[in-house]
C-alpha cells in the first residue's frame, strides 16, 4: 500500500505538538541536507517539483479574490 505524504500528516503528524512537529520538521530536513550534499545540481523533476509548491504556497497566502491594493 503506498502512502502519500499528505495521508501521513493527517494520521499521525497533525495531532502532535507545535514542538514535536517542529522537532519531526528539523529531523527530516537534516536528513534531506545528505541527500542534498551528495548531488550538486537540481533535476529537472527537482525545479518543478520546487515552483509547484512555490505557487501553491503563494496561492494560498495571496488567493486572486484578494484585493492586493
Known amino acids: 500500500m503506498v502512502t502519500t505524504a499528505q495521508e501521513v ?3 499521525n503528524v497533525h495531532d502532535l505538538s507545535a514542538p514535536e512537529r517542529l522537532r519531526l520538521a528539523s529531523m527530516i530536513l537534516q536528513d534531506l541536507t545528505h541527500v542534498v550534499d551528495q548531488a550538486d545540481a537540481w533535476s529537472e523533476q527537482d525545479q518543478h517539483d520546487l515552483t509547484a509548491f512555490s505557487l ?3 496561492g494560498g ?3 486572486e479574490d484578494e ?3
Do not use: G, T, V
Request: hydrophobic fraction near 40%.
Open 9 to 11: 500528516y493527517a494520521e
Open 61 to 63: 497566502l495571496y488567493p
Open 56 to 58: 501553491q504556497h503563494a
Open 67 to 69: 484585493d492586493l491594493a
